[in-house]
């Protein structure tokens, strides 16, 4: 009986686990493109913003990334409120937009705001490296020059608080006739397991003064690389090992 209990326990963790993981971007070979068709889910996107007590629309990069340091992924859950205004408007948490159908971040009575995206890896294989790809447009015009422009972005294996590692920093002031910006960062996550979580996020820091850039984000990709299982290298190495003594023995003939 007792045996039976823990085989259903067991049986019922894997389960959640599954659920979970179903909940999240699931990874698969390819580029696994995000279009925003519709409002993602929190389990897959979310969002949070953070303030100074003394003064909420002053901080340095140094401050976010402390900031972050504190949160476990579990501090960035809100669902992302939505937007159908065009070019954005302000708000302190990233929304998505119904009328662009991308994600937006404006920053405005915050110090900062954070957007999370929710990975697993769903390849059934290791992962050595993942590339993010992703449109970044510059909707609006910012009335001064940002202190940091664009985004900081985070990423973690585990979602702990003091796991952020930093991806550095992407975009640039402009004005809304800049073109969109493309960047494609390699996230050098070591040893990816399959079934595992994978969490990125990205930082917009609110402008000590003026009005802040509105910022969209469109067809985001995560294209992994895996690692063959080894019993997959053995049978390429059989494979290579037989063609290479057929093509001696037609050397002979």
């Known amino acids: 009986m007792k045996m039976l209990r823990s085989t259903l326990l067991a049986c019922v963790a894997c389960l959640a686990f599954a659920a979970n993981a179903q909940a999240q971007i699931n990874i698969v070979a390819g580029s696994n493109l995000q279009t925003f068709g519709s409002a993602p889910p929190s389990s897959q ?6 303030t100074h007590a003394s003064n909420p629309a002053s901080n340095t990069a140094a401050q976010n990334t402390a900031q972050l340091q504190t949160l476990s992924i579990s501090g960035i859950a809100n669902t992302l409120p939505t937007s159908s205004t065009n070019p954005p408007s302000s708000d302190s948490s990233a929304r998505y937009n119904t009328t662009n159908l991308n994600l937006q ?3 405005t009575g915050n110090a900062a705001t954070f957007l999370a995206a929710r990975l697993t890896n769903g390849t059934g294989l290791n992962v050595t490296s993942l590339n993010l790809g992703y449109d970044l447009k510059i909707a609006q015009s910012t009335l001064s020059t940002e202190q940091y422009p664009g985004h900081y972005l985070y990423y973690s294996l585990t979602g702990a608080s003091n796991s952020w590692t930093s991806l550095g920093n992407f975009g640039a002031n402009g ?3 800049t073109p969109t910006l493309t960047p494609s960062i390699d996230i050098p996550v070591g040893t990816w397991t399959s079934g595992s979580p994978l969490y ?4 917009d820091d609110n402008a000590d003064a003026g009005t802040e850039a509105a910022y969209q984000i469109d067809d985001v990709t995560f294209t992994p690389t895996v690692v063959p299982e080894p019993a997959t290298l053995a049978l390429l190495g059989v494979a290579g090992g037989i063609a290479g003594l057929a ?4 050397r002979k003939a």
Request: a positive charge; zero cysteines; glycine letters at 0%.
């Open 45 to 50: 996107w979310s969002t949070s913003f953070y």
């Open 105 to 107: 971040t404006i920053p």
């Open 175 to 177: 004005t809304s006739s």
């Open 200 to 203: 990125i996020v990205w930082i």
């Open 247 to 250: 093509a001696l023995r037609r």
